[in-house]
């Protein structure tokens, strides 16, 4: 068998048409323009790629988008100061900031301090209340990626098997949620998890969140699962020339992609799939906002 392989790309710029399609109406009815803050504390070399992304892909879909760059030694209070500024802002209606944050900053204490409404992270308290309980909420954006493209493999989840390798508040555990949600019987995995193959081989569903590069061999994987790879990592790679590196996911993708029925590729699936619904989650902030219906089909 060889696996169908879902294009996170090709995927996203679907979901950001849409997104596109829902700002010019915003404009155009309404006068308003959607506004996303992305807060970058500090150099990290990744980080900047991804910010500088979000701000591009934001300003192609129509919003605006104000990018705030600050040096690695930013005090707590300044930040604090700065999410209030945006909080109050009524021009900014989504307000990210880039983890991880350096280590003097209390990145409970900052992500808290954003408005929830305008959290399109999905990561502050009330947000994860709110989804855990299964109410209206900001939805975290790399989850919510995975589940849009297993909702269009698959149509219905109800009744399956997936198992969630990793537990993070970012990716894991809302994942686990979010597969929750839609009827799945969730088993979620850890560092700590007994016999984590044969955890994996029960799964009709993996997602392996974990930051390992190719930790998930491709016999751990059972005939005809679905393999969502949301790991992001960097590895040497020699045969392209000294010093240079390309992406890995957590899967061994060539091997598992023999027995998987569908896989997600990295690059090109789950990351682009990212910053779609962070777009998506923007114009969704927008409209509640304004007392204006919201988007369907761009939330959980
Ligand atoms: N594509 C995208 O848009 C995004 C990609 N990522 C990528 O996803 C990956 C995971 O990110 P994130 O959730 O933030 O990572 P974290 O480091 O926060 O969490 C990793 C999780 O993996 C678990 N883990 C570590 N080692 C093992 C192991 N040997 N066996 C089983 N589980 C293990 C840890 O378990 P324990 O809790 O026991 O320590 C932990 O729960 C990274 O590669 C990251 O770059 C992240 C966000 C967005
Ligand atoms: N507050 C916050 N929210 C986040 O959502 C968040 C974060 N912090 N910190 C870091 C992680 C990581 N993340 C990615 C987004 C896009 C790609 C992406 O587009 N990846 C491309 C490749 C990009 C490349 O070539 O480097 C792909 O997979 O095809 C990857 C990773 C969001 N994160």
């Excluded at 605006?64 to 707590?76: I, P, Q, R, V, W």
């Excluded at 016999?195 to 930790?215: F, K, Q, S, T, Y």
């Amino acid at each position: 068998m060889t696996a169908t392989i879902i294009d996170g790309k090709a995927f996203a710029a679907k979901v950001r048409e849409q997104v596109a399609g829902h700002v010019s109406r915003l404009k155009e009815e309404h006068g308003i323009t959607p506004g996303l803050a992305v807060v970058l504390v500090g150099e990290d070399p990744a980080s900047q790629v991804y910010v500088r992304s979000k701000g591009k892909q934001a300003v192609e879909v129509g919003m605006n988008s104000y990018e705030h760059k600050l040096d690695a030694e930013t005090s707590e209070a300044d930040l604090l100061a700065l999410i209030d500024q945006l909080n109050n802002d009524p021009a900014v209606h989504g307000i990210l900031v880039q983890l991880p944050l350096p280590a003097h900053l209390d990145s409970d204490l900052v992500i808290n301090a954003i408005d929830p409404a305008k959290d399109v992270d999905g990561f502050h308290i009330s947000n994860v209340g709110l989804l855990g309980t299964g109410q209206k909420s900001m939805v975290p954006c790399t989850p919510l990626g995975c589940l849009m493209m297993l909702r269009d493999h698959h149509g219905s989840l109800s009744g399956m098997n997936a198992v969630v390798v990793g537990r993070s508040n970012i990716v894991g555990k809302p994942m686990a949620q979010l597969l929750l949600g839609d009827s799945c019987t969730v088993t979620i995995a850890h560092s700590r998890t007994k016999d984590l193959p044969e955890v994996v081989r029960r799964a009709d569903i993996v997602v392996a969140a974990v930051g390992r590069p190719e930790m998930v061999p491709g016999d751990w994987i059972k005939e005809g699962a679905t393999v969502i790879d949301v790991g992001i990592n960097r590895i040497d790679a020699p045969e392209k020339g000294e010093g240079k590196t390309r992406l890995v996911g957590d899967v061994a993708f060539s091997d598992a992609s023999k027995v998987a029925g569908a896989i997600t590729p990295v690059p090109g699936g789950v990351g682009p799939m990212t910053i779609a619904c962070l777009l998506a989650n923007t114009v969704t902030a927008c409209c509640r906002a304004n007392g204006l219906p919201e988007p369907t089909g761009l939330t959980a």
